[in-house]
DNA sequence: TGACTTAGTGTCACTTTTACACTTATATTT
DNA sequence: AAATATAAGTGTAAAAGTGACACTAAGTCA
């Protein structure tokens, strides 16, 4: 079967920057490439996209194929355009930042995706195609909107500790925060239920859990209110 | 001449929302379609990607086209590619935002482009397509924007006052702001050169007319500046 | 020259931000 | 069981920033 055009067209494809984070380091999921180009290279899952999926339901379908990743809070990124990005022919790639919750990915190591990989920022391989220009912006942009949106909470765990958020906020920014100053701050907006149960990890005193409260975030914005750590 | 290819591809195209501010409300290009789909309604301006042009100059030659507007602010906006979004085929979208300077389109407006009009936020026609989606994205993203970047500067002509400045952005953010509040921040980021010049335009006190300093702005980002209005 | 119109200016109360040190609860070791 | 080690948890005061508010200045026009 074949599809012919009156003009050349080149092909779409997405790209997911997946962000983990496990209580240390900020980390990327990344894929080791089986075809060419860039065979054995490390690069972002991603994929073409159907004529008959939106770009939401093209990159979560690839995000599913390529990594087990499923039920991910994922946003749309930047689009890609360069003309020679990828050395074969003409592709545009919209690319998507993906979050991923310690509890998700944990599980889905075991199933498929042995050619998946969790890679420190710190140490990200030699990406192929422009990716390293993707997962820049992707960084980017998570550190922007980290400050303005509540979405932290969508890389710790559902029950997660105050000394937790705060280690998450300090490395996506990279720079030292005052405990006493973020709790005040973090509990100050009323979004953190705590909750009946302690994290006890060690020898000393056990953290406080809390889960985040979506709907009252809601509420909140509806008001004009205005999340800023 | 035909093209042909293995699956079935979508087509590109790029749409712009194009702002303009002439001192009183936040205005809109539009344009008005000559064929078919939606032959006669109002669109953003916008066209097909050719296979060797990137998103950006696909964008820029589309404005000039069909405006006629040349060497204006241009920034990526949001890429939409709902299944449906063109009665005829697939067709994902990467929409642009537009700003441009009373200046640069005082002068188009004479040359070609007479299908091409500006409309005030609060007239805007039926839209054909996804466009009333695209534009109402570009305006919550200008909204944004305007407050943590300087971008306030590419809507106003090379030299303003800070009244201009100020009614701009009473009338995108669409509040009223406090003078003495809003010049003693604006000015007290040093990023406002006075000249020598005062706009005359009334029985009443002239305005003193400065112009925006962007090597300066580059200069303080670098040291980790936050512009915030 | 008087009336009208918009430009331009300073202060004070209040809120927010920042800097900073000790106590508490647990696990481990002796 | 007591001592030790470790990270969790807590309050205050000084400084900076924000927000509210009313009059004078400089021009045009009748």
């Known amino acids: 079967m074949s599809f012919t055009y009156e003009y050349p067209r080149g092909a779409l494809t997405v790209d997911c920057v997946v962000f983990g984070f496990d209580g240390g380091e900020l980390k990327i999921l ?3 490439r089986g075809v060419a180009p860039f065979k054995g290279e490390w690069a972002l899952p991603g994929g073409f ?3 008959d999926e939106t770009l939401d339901e093209a990159a979560r379908r690839e995000l ?3 990594t087990g990743l499923d039920n991910v809070f994922l946003e749309q990124l930047y689009t890609f355009g360069a003309v020679n990005r990828d050395p074969r022919e003409r592709v545009v790639s919209v690319a998507y930042v993906a979050l991923v919750q310690p509890d998700d990915y944990t599980t889905e190591a075991q199933t498929d995706a042995d ?3 969790w890679f420190p920022l710190s140490e990200i391989p030699k990406l192929a195609f422009d990716h390293r220009e993707i997962l820049d912006t992707g960084i980017q942009r998570l550190r922007g909107k980290l400050r303005y949106e509540p979405i932290g909470f969508e890389l710790l765990p559902e029950k997660f500790t105050l000394p937790q958020l705060q280690k998450l906020y300090e490395s996506v920014l990279n720079a030292e925060l005052d405990k006493r100053n973020f709790r ?3 509990l100050s907006f009323g979004l953190l239920i705590p909750l ?3 994290l006890r990890e060690g ?7 809390y889960r985040f409260d979506p709907a009252r975030y809601e509420a909140l914005k509806n008001e004009g209110f205005l999340f800023e750590i």
Chains 1, 2 share one sequence.
Do not use: M, S
């Not at 020898?203 to 859990?209: C, F, K, S, T, V």
């Open 196 to 198: 009946d149960e302690k």
């Open 49 to 51: 996209v159907g004529t």
């Open 30 to 32: 990344l894929i080791q």
């Open 184 to 186: 005040k701050k973090v």
């Open 64 to 66: 599913k194929e390529e």
């Open 203 to 209: 020898p000393h005193r056990p953290a406080q859990l």
């Open 115 to 117: 050619d998946a990989r």
